[in-house]
């Protein structure tokens, strides 16, 4: 036990160790098992996890209430986005496209703390929604939905990636019953 204690020793925190290997000389240290089986004082996370849910809702809702969504600047951006979403799914069955949709969508994404930086040089709204960090902003109307389309193709890069492994075994399954 305790050569595993000195391989582990490195890597696993100092007050976990005692945890998942109790020390002979030390009975007085608990096992795990031991520390698990006992209650838990923070039962009532489920409470605060609830309230926080609900305060996350409702300052988002009360964000999205004072923009104006007839304003030009907002508009465009909308219309880029659903532009953009109908670009990814019209885009992959393409595997070059989806591909290259991976690329455009992860370099828009790594911009975004640059567009935030350079936000004053932008076509500025008519209210003005950038804060002093612009951070709500650009994550809300830029960041989100590029995340969104770039789980997408993510999702479809791996669905293609598996079919193409499922033909691949199937064409050398069909190779090995003609020999």
Not at 38 to 55: I, R, V
Not at 97 to 102: R, S
Not at 114 to 124: A, E, G, M, T, V
Request: proline share 7%.
């Amino acid at each position: 036990m305790d050569h595993i204690r000195r391989l582990l020793g490195p890597f696993v925190p100092k007050d976990v160790l005692p945890l998942i290997f109790p020390h002979p000389a030390h009975p007085q240290q608990a096992s795990l098992k031991q520390t698990l089986s006992k209650p838990n004082p923070a039962a009532g996370k489920e409470a605060s996890l609830s309230a926080a849910w609900s305060q996350i809702t409702e300052d988002g809702s009360s964000f999205l209430t004072r923009v104006d969504f007839n304003d030009p600047f907002i508009l465009s951006i909308v219309g880029f986005h659903l532009c953009m979403g109908l670009w990814v799914l019209a885009t992959r069955s393409s595997y070059a496209l989806t591909v290259f949709n991976l690329f455009l969508l992860s370099g828009m994404i790594l911009l975004t703390s640059s567009l935030q930086k350079y936000s004053h040089l932008l076509p500025l709204p008519q209210r003005t929604y950038f804060e002093d960090s612009g951070a709500a902003f650009v994550l809300i109307f830029w960041a989100a939905p590029l995340l969104a389309y770039l789980v997408i193709v993510v999702f479809v890069l791996m669905g293609k990636v598996v079919s193409s492994m499922t033909e691949l075994r199937q064409k050398q399954m069909q190779t090995r019953k003609r020999k």
